[in-house]
């Protein structure tokens, strides 16, 4: 297990390492340098600007300045907004989108869960009907698509609550449903196939002959084993729910960190899409090795090897 | 079993039945191929079989509405700017007078070609390399899924936008970008799939009689791999599809005044509280749909693809 950790983990910092290396070659192979736009026909200022953002020093220099940025996470000034640092664009603006990440992976999860298991216990009952129409749907309607449908219809038409902003729970309901149908529709979809599975086990047959409670042997002894195919593609989740912040955050214009980044972006402020691209990455990578370890807690087969015949 | 006493034992009973002896021996099914047996389940699932439909129907209009609409895609007519669904704009008009209906099909036609390719490249790529990488094993094999295992690591909508802001935000490089992260979930997959093969014994009895790898690959692996490998193209298509309209939608991916489903959804975005519902509507139902129908198809040929299920 330990072995195991730390291959993982080299793998995370090569990862890393590769993604950073990706963003830093791959902004600097645009030709021309960010402050052509400002069209400062004075060469001084120019010259000073690149100065100010040691541009001016060659590529090489450049890169390890970059990584030492990394390392010691700082990652200087704004390009667009010379006021502001991008260690406070990310403090400012990460807080409020992992609000609304943790929200929505906590909707998701649940009512998924309690979504797939009430499908598989009325398997091909109504309510496995109308569940798995409703997972196909869900799965189907993109979120951008789902968060403008939901503005015009509950903000809009209906009028029930508030289109944009990130001030009360109440507005925080919308950009959360939005964000969280997709998920929720993919765990329901496993929960049920892998509950059917697991309900026909002889263990689950031995709780009931013990005459166990339904209620206990479901989420006791059913549920939890359920549960890991859920956790094998929560990885895969969380990278869709964070780049779901970012058309999310634009649409119910939230001031969260994706927005600060898809602004970046059209500003091509630089140092803004290094430092946030590069916090994203090793944020998303960090989670996938925590999902992996969870995994191989959860998951006695991995830690015991071949002493344990239940399935190889 | 009781009272055999009670029995008469008949006579006939113990003539021969000669003439069925051949006819008795006969298989009453008629022997199916995989993929004959594949699109008889397939064409039971009514779900998946109304999925294909609608994206037969989706690629034809998406291929001639555009040719007959009077209407041109990116053609602006201001005094009949915001105009609501009528005879004459059967889906209305956006803010510059341009034709939603002809756009909207614009837009399928952006997003089947996307799709489209960008599975088809991940499926040749990954072919190859999971074939190699499969068929190889040992050294050869680790080394490639090493390098597997870090691409699979890295977030892909995050390197497909970064890709977009350095390249020029063409249909071309939206493919490219796409495709660049793509193909690793394709190559895993049929990695997987040869690994298991290789060693099954009708592989053995072909090497037995001498075929040579190329032979062994082609006419042995490549096909029952098939199965599983359209599963993952079916589904990288709406994937890429939406990848296509989410890069648009975030003003990353094609630009007015060429339609695609994102565009179309994001220019649609400041007026969705005033009331002009068409704008956003038309894009957001085919888009739904399209994703709709390659998600039920997929199911569906997860199934009929599946030797093991009956049916």
Redesign the interface.
């Known amino acids: 297990m330990i072995q195991y950790i730390i291959k993982r983990f080299f793998?995370?910092i090569?990862?890393v390492l590769?993604?950073a290396t990706?963003?830093f070659f791959?902004?600097h192979?645009?030709p021309g340098s960010p402050f052509d736009e400002d069209r400062t026909s004075n060469p001084t200022i120019q010259e000073n600007l690149e100065k100010y953002y040691k541009l001016d020093q060659p590529l090489p220099v450049q890169y390890v300045n970059y990584l030492k940025a990394i390392v010691t996470f700082d990652f200087g000034p704004s390009i667009k907004k010379p006021n502001e640092s991008v260690n406070n664009l990310l403090a400012r603006g990460f807080p409020i989108s992992f609000e609304l990440g943790i929200v929505t992976i906590l909707v998701a999860v649940l009512s998924g869960v309690t979504l797939g298991t009430l499908a598989a216990l009325r398997h091909n009952g109504i309510i496995d009907y109308l569940a798995m129409t409703f997972a196909?749907?869900g799965?189907?309607?993109?979120n951008?698509?789902l968060a403008?449908?939901f503005?015009?219809v509950f903000?809009?038409q209906l009028g029930w609550l508030p289109?944009a902003t990130w001030q009360s729970p109440l507005h925080m309901i919308l950009p959360t449903l939005a964000l969280a149908t997709g998920p929720m529709a993919i765990i329901a979809r496993l929960t049920r196939s892998s509950m059917l599975e697991v309900m026909t086990q002889d263990y689950i047959k031995m709780a009931r002959a013990k005459g166990l409670k339904p209620s206990r042997i479901i989420i006791r002894h059913a549920l939890r084993n359920a549960m890991m195919p859920i956790v094998t593609i929560m990885g895969t989740m969380l990278?869709g729910i964070?780049?779901g912040t970012?058309?999310i955050e634009?649409?119910f214009a939230i001031p969260g960190m994706g927005k600060y980044f898809?602004e970046s972006?059209?500003n091509?402020d630089y140092p803004v899409?290094m430092g946030s691209?590069v916090f994203?990455?090793t944020f998303?990578?960090f989670m996938?090795f925590l999902v992996d370890i969870v995994y191989g807690i959860l998951d006695p087969r991995i830690k015991l090897h071949k002493k344990e015949g239940e399935s190889s | 079993m009781t009272n055999m006493k009670d029995v008469e034992i008949k006579d006939e009973w113990f003539t021969p039945k000669s003439k069925n002896m051949v006819k008795a021996e006969m298989v009453v099914r008629p022997s199916l191929s995989y993929w004959a047996d594949a699109w008889r389940k397939l064409r039971k699932n009514k779900l998946a079989m109304s999925g294909l439909l609608f994206l037969m129907l989706l690629a034809i209009m998406a291929i001639f509405v555009p040719i007959f609409s009077p209407y041109l895609v990116t053609a602006t007519d201001y005094p009949n700017q915001n105009k609501a669904p009528s005879m004459m704009h059967w889906f209305g008009t956006d803010d510059a007078g341009r034709d939603v209906f002809t756009r909207t099909w614009y837009g399928a036609r952006i997003s089947l070609f996307v799709g489209w390719m960008a599975a088809l490249i991940d499926f040749f790529i990954g072919i190859i390399y999971g074939g190699i990488s499969g068929y190889k094993g040992g050294k050869v094999d680790l080394m490639m899924m090493r390098i597997i295992?870090?691409l699979y690591?890295?977030?892909?909508?995050?390197?497909v936008?970064?890709?977009m802001?350095?390249m020029d935000r063409s249909l071309t490089t939206i493919i490219i970008a796409l495709t660049i992260t793509g193909w690793v979930g394709m190559a895993r997959i049929v990695r997987g799939q040869v690994l298991q093969i290789k060693n099954y014994e009708f592989v053995t009895a072909s090497k037995s009689f001498g075929a040579k790898t190329s032979r062994i690959i082609r006419k042995n692996l490549l096909p029952n791999t098939m199965g599983p490998i359209i599963v993952q193209m079916t589904l990288t298509v709406?994937s890429a599809i939406?990848a296509e309209?989410?890069l648009s939608?975030?003003?990353?991916g094609i630009q007015t005044p060429f339609a695609s489903w994102g565009v179309m959804?994001n220019d649609?975005?400041p007026v969705?509280?005033s009331?002009d519902?068409w704008r956003?509507f038309f894009p957001?139902l085919f888009?739904?749909?399209t994703?709709?129908a390659f998600?039920?198809l997929g199911?569906g040929l997860q199934d009929a693809l599946d030797p093991k299920q009956g049916g």
Not at chain 1, 139 to 142: D, F, L, T
Not at chain 2, 153 to 159: Q, S, T
Not at chain 2, 249 to 252: A, C, K
């Open positions: 793998m995370m090569l990862t590769l993604i990706l963003t791959l902004m192979s645009i196909v749907v799965i189907s309607v993109p951008f698509i403008t449908l503005i015009q903000a809009g289109a990278a964070l780049t970012f058309v634009r649409i898809v972006i059209s091509r899409i691209t994203y990455s998303l990578i996938l | 295992e870090v690591g890295l977030p892909h909508l995050l390197v936008i970064l890709l802001v350095v709406p939406f309209a989410f939608f975030l003003g990353l959804a649609a975005l969705i509280l009331g519902w956003l957001a888009i739904s749909l994703m709709f998600n039920v199911d």
